[in-house]
């Protein structure tokens, strides 16, 4: 699952939309589109957020090519233990024992044993909540 990607036509995205840019999974904040010229194609300008690093990025591309979008894995899994901002997680299926991050929103959420739902983007791990 971790790594997979699609391929779509730029002319679907849209604000909110996830795609990748310079190896980065980002989400789309805006987009402008140039009127085609005399001989020319329509330009798409978009602006996008990095998913992991919260980097502004920007491409700019003819209305018709093609771009990547990452394929995001949601997945469950379980609080073994925390040490400072990092908690080991188990999976809940594959019973993989790996380190994630605790997002600054969750610090006071997250205890041993809690459930927890974790996303998988390209080669990335990111905690996104607590199971309730």
Not at 40 to 50: F, I, R, W
Not at 71 to 80: E, F
Not at 81 to 87: C, P, V
Request: neutral net charge; proline residues 4%.
């Amino acid at each position: 699952m971790a790594g997979e990607i699609k391929v779509v036509d730029i002319s679907t995205m849209k604000p909110g939309s996830l795609m990748i840019i310079d190896g980065a999974a980002c989400k789309v904040v805006s987009i402008d589109i140039s009127k085609p010229g005399k001989h020319g194609h329509s330009k798409m300008n978009l602006t996008a957020v990095g998913l992991l690093d919260g980097k502004k990025r920007n491409i700019v591309k003819p209305g018709h090519e093609n771009v990547e979008v990452p394929i995001i894995g949601k997945k469950n899994g379980q609080v073994l233990s925390i040490s400072g901002n990092k908690a080991n997680i188990m999976d809940s299926e594959t019973f993989e024992t790996f380190d994630l991050e605790i997002p600054e929103e969750l610090k006071d959420k997250i205890r041993e044993g809690v459930a927890i739902i974790y996303w998988e983007i390209l080669d990335a791990k990111i905690m996104k909540q607590v199971k309730e």
